[in-house]
């Protein structure tokens, strides 16, 4: 069973910038797509980014040219790099693990971000 675990949320302004990590252990070697995804108070939680293993990128129109997805195979790690982060921004952000093999999705615990205007 994989466990992804998630850190670098907090308040941010916007305009600037914030790194979110998410590392993952457990059934690792059976991880194919990584990704974030977010959920703000009222609304459904949606795609923000998505990576493949080969390290094949995937965007939600809202985040492109703002948000960088990226992953380390090694440290079984994926990055998300939010530049120039807005209000509407403002949301827990979830990191997932999909596993094509048997379709498992695997969720971290979420963490907050607080885009301050």
């Known amino acids: 069973q994989v466990q992804l675990v998630e850190s670098g949320g907090g308040l941010v302004q916007a305009g600037g910038s914030l790194r979110l990590s998410c590392a993952a252990s457990?059934?690792?070697?059976?991880?194919?797509?990584m990704g974030w995804y977010r959920q703000a108070p009222g609304e459904q939680r949606e795609l923000v980014a998505a990576i493949t293993r080969g390290g094949t990128p995937n965007y939600a129109d809202s985040v492109k040219g703002r948000y960088t997805i990226s992953r380390d195979n090694a440290k079984n790690t994926v990055y998300l790099q939010m530049n120039s982060p807005k209000s509407e921004d403002t949301a827990v952000y979830y990191c997932?693990?999909?596993?094509?093999?048997?379709?498992?999705?695997?969720w971290g615990k979420g963490t907050l971000v607080t885009v301050s205007s």
């Open positions: 997932n693990s999909h596993s094509a093999w048997n379709g498992m999705d695997y």
């Open positions: 457990g059934g690792i070697f059976s991880i194919d797509a």
